[in-house]
């Protein structure tokens, strides 16, 4: 139960429902990673996407700042869900909290990423086999989500198991 | 002059324009901060605002995450510029890295800050003056910015002082 001390809601079937929508509409999200010399955390925006079979992931350049952090420090979070028109925080989005690092260009499941990729980004298919571009598979620890106004909520490792098993079953249900 | 091996171009008039209309626009945005234990670096939404007077600033409740880590690390960043229809990495964006601190309420200056921020988010009206929300003023460090594919720039202070002496005549290049 939130209240004015802790806002956050124990984590419901609408909560797992939301979060199955926001994973399934992933295209370009926030990410955020450690600046390795500075301890900054620097944000940027990666496009990214979401499969059943290859869960969250982005590519990126190794040029790219937030690569070159990521090679220090694998720590990350990911926000998806973008605002619409109107009041920006009424827009449902979540932090997904990760470690991450870059999947070698001959990983015997790169082929299945590079699909799932395309399918979200077709246009990448101009570069995203450039020998600098990579992809960045999500090891997810746990979620923040925030559903708008008093609708927060934190989910663990153990919600994220409960979501994954029944995965349809919740997005059907925000639908 | 970018290169394959350092894509980041000098700072030109352009980018100090490009930047200053995006400050212009400044409304909501993706912010990262340090989480005290776990060294996570984590990005949320957030309400922001900007005046010449004023910089950048943002709202925020004592209660939400974001604030509870920025007590323990004043160190961020924040990305303005959201993208809109279409592919989302040929949006201008950048990263403003900074320290912030909340302002006491009893702050002097509180009521020009609670001026501006009203004139971009005028529906905060409903809970600006609740005592666990805050102004969160950016000390700017540098900015990273990204005008699109091969339109990389970071501002250094140097930059930025040159854009803040002259703000209005950036501001008008760009639009």
Redesign the interface.
Known sequence: MAD????VHETSDEALGLAAKLLGET??A?????EAD????????V?ACFSQDTGVFFAASD?S?HSKCLTTDP?????LG??GKG???AYA?M?L?AKVERMPNDHERRAQFRDVFLKTHP?AELYIDFGDFGFYPLALQRI?L?GGFGKAFHLSAEDLKTLFDDFETYKKRAD
């Open positions: 004015k001390i802790n806002p295209k370009y926030s990410l955020a990673v450690n500075t301890h900054f955390p620097l944000v940027s925006r496009a040029l700042v720590k990350c979070s990911m926000m973008e605002p009041d920006g925080l989005r932090t909290v246009k923040l925030n």
